[in-house]
């Protein structure tokens, strides 16, 4: 079949005469004005830029690549062959010194001697002499009661006694005159016992009303209350105003004598036999040691042991009297006691915190002349507060280590900081 010619116009004489075509020609020459990016161009540059990229950085890792490994490996060569850092740590020196042997348990403070005090009279009370938990001396007047009734009351004593003291006096002289008539037979024997009788009877009256004076006496002085001893007065429970009654059960106030003061404490039965031969041969000194470290240590003596051991804590209770002048120890106050029962010479001493526990038992670490850290296995004769006495496994002047020990073992180097710096 044949093809229908194309024919070109005169407007179209500088284009090729093609035929039409269905697709688009994205190399033809955009109408837009200026250059024109299409797709095709843009996915070929891009692809180019990235192939550059990748060429440069390997050409980068293996020019460098070998450079660099190696200037690792010397730094960590160096690193290993410097070692790990020193561990920082505090140490002491072991001393060898003359140490006290003791006892120690929990004591509670007694007072010498506590004085309930209460009325012996009724009546209200009219003066408060004193304040609440104030020191007192023995014969300081603490409380008054209204004195009038028994003034009153004495004056009436007085007045029979008086005439009581007359009566028999009179039965005497009678007594006497009677006599003197029986001598004589002026009188009968019934007479005479009669008037005997009533002059015993005078006597007798005469002496129960000096008692009853001396009774109203003591009533009246009863009306004034003191102090029995020097001590510290308690809490005032009744107040000026009040009526008391004589021997009540409330006391006015408790008074509390702390000069000297008891400490009674309990220590094991097996420590029991030790502590009789040593008070056999001088007393036992015995400290008290408050909660307070700020506070004075009181020293007193060991007065008493029990003569019976405890069998449901088989402990035996002890007793000791301190002098107490600056009362530092108080009633019902709880102490740390110790008591001192001979002394032990030569004794290596170490600081608690050098000791450390372990499944083989304590040990400590020791600082080498290399400077480098040493388990070394001790054996504990007893500790004492802050310091520990060891048996064996230490000489005088080795250095332990007391603080920073966790991150110590065997043959690691150590560093010595000061005391007061804080190991990490």
Known sequence: MARAPIWCGAASRSRTCLPPSRFRDDNRRSSRPGPYMTPSRRRLL??????VILAAALATYFGLGPYLSIESRAKEGRKAAKGPPAVPVTVATVAKETVAVRLTAIGNVEAYSTVALKARVDGQIVEVNFKEGAPVKKGDVLFRID?????????QAQANALRDAAGRDQAHSQERRYQELLDKNFVSK????????????AAAVAKASDAALEQARLNLEYCTIRSPLDGFVGRVLLQAGNLVKANDVNPLVVINQVRPIYVNFAIPEQSLPEVRRRMADASLEVEALPGDPNQPHPKGRLIFVDNAVDPSTGTIRLRAQFDNEDAALWPGQFVNVSVRLYEESDALLVPSTAVQSGPEGPYVYVVSEEMTAELRRIGVRRTEGERTIVASGLAPGERVVTRGQLRLGPKVRVQITAPGASPS
């Open 46 to 51: 891009m692809g180019g830029a990235l192939f």
């Open 147 to 155: 004195p009038r009734p028994y003034d009153a009351a004495l004056r």
């Open 190 to 201: 019934e007479a005479y016992a009669q008037i005997r009788t009533n002059a015993a009877t």
